[in-house]
């Protein structure tokens, strides 16, 4: 087998395993057609103990040094325009804000990635899509949480 199609084999091989482990993780739930709504479950994986199920605050909420914000005003606070750049990047975590001082919320991306590697067999372009679906869908999440 030539050089170029042995490794397109081989990443071919690795994105079907990494779909199968996916597909596999995900249960029976995908083969029954219901719904699945991702960013909510990583939200109440990840978010819910600091930010509370509406997303003003939970239990941990008042142990926090700094005041977790409402993540039902975002959009109100931000001249009724949702601001999707910050919320992902402050989910994502990886990327240093200047001026924004130490960070305080958990790094989301730095964990996702980390599990993703274990799943995708540390090939880092379907690990890096994996971080950002998840990510992806726990901004919409937090935007749908918004109220006016």
């Not at 750049?85 to 980390?114: C, F, K, N, Q, T």
Request: proline content about 4%.
């Amino acid at each position: 087998m030539g050089g170029g199609l042995k490794v397109a084999v081989q990443l071919w091989v690795r994105r079907g395993a990494a779909a199968l482990v996916f597909v596999t993780a995900a249960g029976p739930g995908l083969s029954h057609g219901a719904d699945i709504d991702v960013g909510r479950q990583e939200y109440e994986v990840n978010c819910i103990a600091c930010h509370g199920e509406d997303g003003k605050g939970g239990t941990y909420a008042a142990m926090l040094t700094v005041p977790v914000p409402d993540l039902t005003t975002l959009s109100r606070r931000n001249g009724g325009v949702f601001p999707y750049h910050r919320v992902h990047r402050s989910i994502d975590g990886r990327e240093v804000l200047r001026g924004h001082g130490p960070r305080d919320m958990p790094i989301w991306g730095r964990d996702y990635l980390a599990k993703a590697e274990e799943a995708f067999f540390g090939y880092s372009l379907s690990a890096e899509g994996f971080v950002r679906s998840r990510i992806l869908a726990l901004v919409d999440y937090v935007h749908r949480l918004q109220r006016d």
